[in-house]
């Protein structure tokens, strides 16, 4: 079993910035794919942004130039880099671990991101 754990969420004003830690209780390397989801109240959850163990990157495009994830395989941890914050941005970020081929889908529970001033 994998657990994943987030933290770095908080109030911030907009326009300021966040980082969001994912670290993971085993190997992330064994994972083809880490992500960030977000969900806002009301809202579906959503992709944020997702990189594999190829290298590539996705984001959503209300977050393209904003947000950056990236992972660090030797921390076991994943990171999401947030700037220039806006309210529509509020929700609670969750970080997901997957090797769907394999079965493997982790989730953890998430970290909540207000951006109000």
């Known amino acids: 079993q994998v657990q994943l754990v987030e933290s770095g969420g908080g109030l911030v004003q907009p326009g300021g910035s966040l980082r969001l830690s994912c670290a993971a209780s085993g190997h992330i390397d064994r994972f083809n794919a880490m992500g960030w989801y977000r969900q806002a109240p009301g809202k579906q959850r959503e992709l944020v942004a997702d990189?594999?163990?190829?290298?590539?990157?996705h984001y959503l495009d209300s977050v393209k130039g904003r947000f950056t994830i990236s992972r660090d395989n030797a921390k076991n941890t994943v990171y999401l880099q947030m700037n220039s914050l806006k309210p529509e941005d509020t929700a609670v970020y969750y970080c997901?671990?997957?090797?769907?081929?394999?079965?493997?889908?982790?989730w953890g529970k998430g970290t909540l991101v207000t951006v109000s001033s």
């Open positions: 990189s594999t163990s190829g290298g590539r990157t």
């Open positions: 997901n671990a997957a090797n769907r081929p394999r079965g493997m889908d982790y």
